[in-house]
C-alpha cells in the first residue's frame, strides 16, 4: 500500500504524559498536513510544510504542540503535558504542489485515535 | 474568512432512491469546492472536486455536484442510494490565494435503509 500512513492507530495516555505521532507521506508528495478532528466535527487544520519548512500554523496549535518534518520526509506531531481537550483523532495528509498551483488534492491517512484519560 | 455549513447531520434514505446532502459555503475569494466522504475505520476520499471550471462535477461512485455561485451551494447528489454509500460526508472549501489548508464542513451523517 503507496498511501499515507500513521503510526500508532490508536494511543491512550494519562493526562500530563507527552505523545508523539509520526506521519509517512506518499513518497513522491512534498506538501504535508496536519488535521484534528473531535467528535461529530469535521477535521480542522492544524499545521503544514513543504518540504521541511513549515508554512503555517493554527490558532488551534498551542505551545504544547509540536511538528517537525525533517528532510521533508516524514512528520511527527509531539504533545506535551497532554489534556483531556486534546483527545480526538489527529489525521494527516499529503499533496504534490507546485509554487504556482493554489489546488492540491490532498491525500489523508487513517489517522492516530488520542484518548486522554 | 471561509467556511462551510452543512444543512443536514443525518441523512436517511432507501437504497435505490435519490441522495441529496446540502452544503452552503462562504468565501471572500474565488474558492475551490470539494466532497470528501469518511468510512468507518479508513481514511477520507476524495469524491470530487470544484477548481472554476465546469460547473456541474462529476465524481467517483456515481456521485456529482454543482456550484451555484448565486446561491452560494454546493450540494452532493446521486441518483441511486447503495448500501456502501453509507459514510460521514464532507463539504470542504479551499481559498484559491495560495493558502494550503482545508476547511471542513461539519459532516452529515448518510444512513441507506434496505
Known amino acids: 500500500d503507496t498511501g499515507v500512513s500513521q503510526d500508532p492507530r490508536h494511543k491512550i495516555t494519562k493526562r500530563g504524559q507527552n505523545v508523539t505521532f509520526r506521519c509517512d507521506p506518499i513518497s513522491e508528495h512534498n506538501r504535508l498536513y496536519w488535521y484534528r478532528q473531535t467528535l461529530g466535527q469535521g477535521p480542522e487544520f492544524l499545521t503544514y510544510?513543504?518540504?521541511?519548512?513549515?508554512?503555517?500554523k493554527s490558532r488551534l496549535l498551542s505551545d504544547r504542540f509540536s511538528a517537525e518534518r525533517p528532510k521533508g520526509s516524514f512528520s511527527t506531531l509531539e504533545i506535551q503535558r497532554t489534556e483531556q481537550g486534546d483527545s480526538a483523532m489527529y489525521l494527516c495528509?499529503?499533496?504534490?504542489?507546485?509554487?504556482?498551483?493554489?489546488?492540491?488534492?490532498?491525500?489523508f491517512g487513517p489517522g492516530t485515535r488520542l484518548t486522554v484519560l | 474568512a471561509q467556511s462551510v455549513t452543512q444543512l443536514d447531520s443525518h441523512v436517511s434514505v432507501s437504497e435505490g432512491t435519490p441522495v441529496l446532502l446540502r452544503c452552503n459555503y462562504s468565501?471572500?475569494?474565488?474558492?475551490?469546492l470539494f466532497w470528501y466522504v469518511q468510512h468507518p475505520n479508513k481514511g477520507l476520499q476524495l469524491l470530487l472536486k470544484y477548481t472554476s471550471a465546469a460547473t456541474l462535477v462529476k465524481g467517483i461512485n456515481g456521485f456529482e455536484a454543482e456550484f451555484k455561485k448565486s446561491e452560494t451551494s454546493f450540494h452532493l447528489t446521486k441518483p441511486s442510494a447503495h448500501m456502501s454509500d453509507a459514510a460521514e460526508y464532507f463539504c470542504v472549501v479551499s481559498m484559491d490565494t495560495g493558502r494550503r489548508a482545508l476547511t471542513f464542513g461539519s459532516g452529515t451523517r448518510l444512513q441507506v435503509q434496505p
Open positions: 495528509a499529503s499533496s504534490f504542489g507546485t509554487s504556482g498551483s493554489s489546488y492540491n488534492e490532498q491525500f
Open positions: 510544510f513543504q518540504n521541511e519548512a513549515q508554512l503555517e
Open positions: 468565501s471572500s475569494y474565488s474558492p475551490s
